[in-house]
């Protein structure tokens, strides 16, 4: 038997006709028709089935032996009873132009049933006229779940409310869904290829780890949350993204080649930062609450005055200071002219520890015009100051300008009001190891504020009588 016979095809250039490296033409079509994915047989004119590859073997059971030179499907690959209709929308497609799809039952060698989805088209002989059928088929399953493949990937990248990007082993995006596109502040098209160093500017070190283990260990069991800073036309934008990671294999090789990872996120910015906010808010209404029940317990109001200032440092401020009005609290007309303030509290500036008293030595502290606690003083509110973004010398500078500690970076005054008077102010101060203060941050301060004005006030009235 011939080589082209074992194959499952007729030989078409004949024996005499070798191919033009010298072989069999016929070798190198068997090749190509048995590597097929997909199941293919061929008619003749005359309806005699030429070519039948090992796809189509590997779902009917009928060799390649078994199944050429039979004429048409009757009887054995299709019921008698249905081979008429069967053979006749096939070999009609000789005769219509282009592809032809349809879908019908075929016999399986040990009397199965097998649905498959078909597309068949002519074959043209040299002077351009039908010599014949070919027939691809597919089982209507497997062509199902290739379809909605396709299409979940169409969609993904289309429709998605997430963002989708696919990257390759460099660790750049190699496709990216419009949602990815605009959550990361380009389009489409000009992402591509691009290192994400240029797209994020914080956070992508982490990222490139999360995708670097993915590719050399596979898909970790659970979403993880990455905080990111992107850059955008409109600026740097600080967004915490719920991200999955899937490594992606080739389908066609016989062991797993990864061709990248494909990385789903969603932006969860606006939940993350409502629970950071409201876990602060527990935290700090805890704080304020324990701090009431401590200095409740302090026999000298001026001590209860430190251990509201000490509870409120918890998580807030590295420093913290309290000073008085000299020579008495002010009422609002008084507040106009020029303010002297005193120390009465401070935290050690060396070891942390608790807040110590200052004294009663009452001697001023040497406040320049315009500093942060006398213009609390003057707006009888709170007041934020900060040394900026400048060299650690300058930042330095700036503090002890200010008669504060040298690594005080960031300051928030709060005013001390009992009894519609100004009784001084107290002085939060952070390093350079935190954020400026912002205004939750100062509504917090004026409620700890409160507090200690109350303590000072009680003490002032204790030292009158």
């Not at 990872?261 to 409502?274: R, Y």
């Amino acid at each position: 038997m011939s080589a082209s016979r074992r194959s499952g095809t007729t030989d078409e250039l004949g024996p005499d006709e070798p191919g033009r490296d010298g072989s069999d033409g016929s070798d190198l079509l068997a090749a190509l028709l048995d590597g097929m994915d997909a199941a293919l047989c061929a008619f003749d004119a005359d309806g005699v089935v030429t070519h039948w590859n090992r796809e189509a073997e590997r779902i009917l059971g009928w060799s390649a032996e078994e199944a050429v030179g039979r004429q048409g499907l009757a009887g054995w690959a299709v019921r008698s009873a249905d081979a008429e209709e069967v053979e006749g929308r096939l070999l009609s497609a000789m005769h219509a132009p282009g592809r032809q799809v349809h879908e019908f039952a075929l016999l399986t060698k040990d009397g199965g049933r097998v649905l498959v989805r078909t597309q068949s088209a002519a074959v043209r002989g040299p002077d351009g006229k039908p010599a014949g059928v070919y027939c691809a088929f597919s089982e209507v399953h497997a062509q199902i779940d290739l379809e909605r493949s396709i299409a979940l990937s169409e969609a993904l990248f289309e429709d998605a409310s997430w963002g989708v990007v696919l990257v390759d082993v460099d660790l750049r995006p190699a496709v990216v869904n419009a949602h990815a596109a605009r959550a990361l502040g380009t389009g489409r098209t000009s992402v591509l290829g691009r290192p994400l160093g240029e797209l994020l500017a914080q956070g992508v070190e982490e990222l490139e780890s999360a995708l670097q283990h993915v590719l050399a260990e596979g898909a970790p069991p659970a979403p993880a949350e990455m905080w990111v800073t992107v850059r955008t036309p409109q600026g740097e934008q600080r967004r915490c993204w719920r991200s999955g990671f899937l490594r992606l294999a080739s389908p066609l090789a016989e062991e797993p080649v990864p061709l990248g990872v494909g990385w789903l996120f969603q932006d969860v910015t606006e939940a993350k930062q409502g629970e950071q906010e409201a876990s602060l808010l527990r935290f700090r209404t805890q704080q304020l609450h324990r701090a009431s029940r401590a200095a409740a317990e302090c026999e000298d109001p001026a001590e209860a005055a430190t251990v509201h200032l000490d509870f409120a440092l918890a998580g807030f401020a590295d420093h913290a200071l309290i000073d008085r009005v000299a020579g008495g609290a002010l009422t609002d007309a008084e507040a106009e002219g020029p303010v002297r303030l005193v120390r009465v509290a401070a935290t050690p500036s060396g070891a942390p520890g608790p807040s110590r008293l200052a004294g009663r030595a009452g001697l001023p502290v040497r406040y320049a015009e315009g500093h942060p606690a006398l213009q609390c003083v003057e707006r009888v509110g709170a007041l934020r100051a900060s040394a900026g973004a400048v060299r650690p010398e300058e930042a330095r500078e700036w503090a002890l300008a200010r008669q504060w500690p040298p690594d005080a970076v960031h300051a928030l005054c709060a005013v001390l009001r009992s009894r519609a008077r100004t009784l001084g102010v107290v002085t939060f101060l952070r390093g350079a190891g935190r954020s400026a203060f912002e205004r939750s941050d100062a509504v917090y301060a004026e409620d700890v504020a409160v507090r200690i004005a109350a303590a000072l006030d009680l003490a002032g009235l204790s030292d009158e009588e």
